[in-house]
């Protein structure tokens, strides 16, 4: 079930922490049963592969909710390298806005050259 946003996402982690602990212990128990003969190498190898795939799902779930959350951030304008603290140089546009200021490429009758 894949529910959108973050609310969504958060669910789906709940739901594929539970997964990785479920196939985690089934992974346990038929390993111990292959000890003593009563499980092939075979069902091993399906088991953590289930494993696998739980955690995959998880760390699929866990982007989900980091993506949803840039996209809200975005959504009220809350997206910058200044509000998240990246310690990023910021750009100041000032600059290049004067040195752009009344050259309007295309309106003199010249093609830019």
Do not use: C
């Given at each position: 079930?894949?529910?959108?946003?973050?609310?969504g996402?958060?669910?789906s982690?709940?739901?594929?922490?539970?997964?990785?602990?479920?196939?985690?212990?089934?992974?346990?128990?038929?390993r111990?049963?292959?000890q003593?003969?009563?499980r092939?190498?075979?069902d091993?190898?399906?088991?953590?592969?289930a494993?696998l795939?739980?955690r995959?799902?998880?760390?699929?779930?866990?982007r989900?909710?980091v993506v949803?959350?840039?996209?809200?951030l975005a959504a009220?304008?809350?997206?910058?390298?200044?509000?998240?603290r990246?310690?990023?140089e910021?750009?100041?546009?000032a600059?290049?806005?004067?040195?752009?200021?009344?050259?309007w490429?295309?309106?003199?009758g010249?093609?830019?050259?």
């Amino acid at each position: 079930m894949n529910r959108p946003g973050i609310a969504g996402a958060l669910t789906s982690i709940s739901t594929g922490q539970v997964a990785v602990r479920a196939a985690a212990t089934a992974l346990k128990g038929v390993r111990d049963e292959a000890q003593y003969g009563q499980r092939t190498t075979l069902d091993v190898l399906n088991a953590q592969q289930a494993l696998l795939n739980a955690r995959v799902d998880l760390i699929g779930a866990q982007r989900d909710r980091v993506v949803s959350s840039y996209t809200a951030l975005a959504a009220i304008g809350r997206l910058s390298a200044e509000r998240l603290r990246l310690g990023a140089e910021l750009f100041d546009p000032a600059p290049h806005l004067e040195a752009a200021r009344d050259k309007w490429f295309g309106l003199d009758g010249t093609d830019g050259r």
